[in-house]
């Protein structure tokens, strides 16, 4: 599928441009190598536009492969759907999807070939032995006393490791580089941990397990790709990204190529925390429309389309650029919604208006536009009788005098109907309004009332034809806009409790048909979208995706 923004210039697009025009590179390969240890986020999204897009837009492929090195963390859910998130996004990934995992008997043999080079070794210094002997950043590691043995014994070890002799802390492998080096990552990194975990691709076969390091670029080399693109945050890997490459005898020297991780204020992107805001009953589930993810984004109303602009709108760069403002991803989906999503009439908090002047057995049918500039979009039939329901807000009692929504003695009209006036404010024994007495001009249906000026519109819903629905108020998850920028702070302290807020309301009878995922604009609310999940006939759920303020619009003008 092809992207419908238009690619913004970069300084990787324009470097891999160049490098085509000059021969350098003949087809470009690119990779997005998830972790199937948690859903997919906005920042994922953010590297599967890159990765795919490039590929996409200078005839070349993309590979979806799972960096699957560590079976104690991954399940088969996570693979489903980093899948299904990819695909939904809009883009298809070359051949079949791929492992790191299928990789691992080749990888093992280069575990051999470093020993046999003198260049890899068994370590049976502890975790915090050689977190030890590792040293600090201004002073250099000192090697292990295990630094040292001979080729055969550690081919030895390395076999008896696989063959799960040992218990999970007793030995690692490690790469012999150099201890001294400024770059802590080529102070004998570990290639191999034991692990006595079945794997979901290769069940009980394997003992021990690669680190992500010795796997990565080794799999990159096997599969040809030309550019490993990734975060700022391994750009202090990739001498032994290189290093591994230069030390083995690989097919192909892929090129890593870094650029800024995406931070949204509002917003955690740590998949370890955001386990555990699943894990704790926090929020309902990875696909919660309050959580960062794709999955989300998705059950919330966010369309493939509106998240891929915003990546485009956020551009790709190498410096860090701070926080993004959450507003320009809600300024994404706005506009996206805005051209096609149907209008609809929803009042959330319902108060009954009684029109005395209308009879009993009285009833009309407006034909509405789905769409005020979309002539494709199917006609609405809004009917009109005597029993409405307005929105609480949208009366006042006390009414200040710029306030010009319905007041007793005031007069307003209703969206696509009539002008009516409140005569009368009815009270139950608590002293609650309970309904609205009010009266139609019959005279201003389509025009507008002779000798006075009636500023105000309100949206409403016929009593006896609008359908009961659940509405959930969706609203930022924290309260700050870094929730875990002070260490000393639990980000939990930051939970917005108005995150959720449901509502039992009634919709115009159009929505009755609405379908899982389909979006709407409920008129001088905002934009909504059917639980995918929950939403049925019998029982309507719709989520809000965005409110109608677009503050980020404001904000380009102004600059």
Not at 52 to 80: S, V
Not at 385 to 405: C, S, T, V
């Amino acid at each position: 599928m092809t992207n419908e923004t238009t690619p913004a210039p970069n300084f990787i697009r324009n470097q891999v441009r160049d490098e085509i025009e000059g021969g350098q590179v003949t087809k470009i390969v690119t990779r997005f190598p998830p972790e199937p240890n948690g859903f997919l986020h906005i920042g994922h999204a953010k590297s599967i536009c890159l990765n795919f897009g490039l590929a996409e837009q200078m005839g070349g492929e993309c590979h979806l492969r799972f960096d699957d090195t560590n079976p104690a963390k991954e399940e088969q859910a996570y693979i489903d759907a980093i899948k299904e998130d990819v695909s939904w996004l809009g883009f298809e990934w070359a051949g079949p999807v791929r492992f790191a995992s299928d990789y691992f008997d080749q990888l093992y043999a280069w575990a051999q070939h470093l020993m046999r080079e003198g260049k890899a070794y068994v370590d049976d210094l502890s975790p915090d032995e050689i977190r030890e002997y590792r040293g600090t950043l201004t002073a250099p590691g000192k090697p292990s006393p295990y630094r040292e043995r001979s080729v055969e014994e550690n081919l030895d070890l390395l076999e008896r490791m696989r063959e799960g002799e040992f218990g999970e802390s007793e030995k690692v492998v490690r790469a012999k580089i150099d201890m001294a080096s400024p770059n802590i990552n080529l102070r004998d990194p570990i290639i191999y941990r034991i692990r006595h975990a079945s794997h979901h691709q290769t069940g009980d076969k394997w003992k021990i397990y690669p680190s992500y390091d010795f796997t990565h670029g080794q799999s990159d080399a096997i599969e040809g790709i030309t550019h490993s693109i990734c975060t700022l945050e391994f750009e202090d890997h990739r001498p032994l990204y290189e290093w591994f490459l230069n030390n083995l005898p690989v097919p192909s020297k892929p090129r890593q190529i870094e650029f800024a991780r995406l931070n949204l204020d509002y917003t955690l992107t740590s998949k370890r925390k955001l386990k555990l805001l699943v894990d704790e009953q926090i929020v309902d589930g990875w696909d919660d429309p309050r959580m960062p993810t794709i999955s989300g984004m998705r059950r919330r109303g966010y369309t493939p389309a509106s998240i891929r602009k915003f990546c485009e709108m956020i551009g790709v760069t190498r410096a860090d650029g701070g926080l993004v403002d959450i507003a320009m991803l809600t300024h994404a989906i706005r506009s996206d919604l805005e051209d096609n999503a149907p209008r609809a009439m929803c009042v959330l908090k319902p108060l009954k208006v009684v029109l005395t002047n209308v009879a009993e057995d009285h009833q009309e049918v407006y034909e509405v536009p789905g769409h005020p500039a979309r002539e494709d979009m199917t006609v609405r039939k809004v009917p009109f009788n005597r029993e409405l329901y307005i929105d609480q807000d949208d009366f006042m009692e006390d009414a200040p005098k710029k306030f010009f929504r319905l007041a007793p003695g005031k007069e307003v009209r209703l969206r696509n109907s009539y002008v009516i006036r409140c005569d009368e404010v009815i009270k139950d024994a608590a002293g609650e309004i309970t309904e609205l007495h009010c009266s139609v001009d019959f005279d201003t249906l389509g025009k507008n009332p002779e000798g006075r000026k009636v500023k105000g519109v309100i949206h409403w819903v016929s009593a006896s034809h609008g359908v009961p629905m659940e509405v959930r108020l969706y609203d930022n998850l924290f309260t700050v806009e870094q929730p875990d920028r002070d260490k000393d702070v639990d980000f939990l302290e930051h939970l917005n409790p108005e995150s959720l807020v449901i509502c039992q309301a009634i919709g115009e009878p159009s929505l009755a048909e609405a379908t899982p995922e389909s979006r709407f604009q409920f008129e001088r609310v905002g934009y909504f979208c059917a639980d995918r999940h929950e939403s049925t006939p019998e029982h309507l759920v719709f989520n809000r995706t965005v409110g109608l303020k677009d503050s980020w619009a404001k904000i380009k003008q102004k600059g």
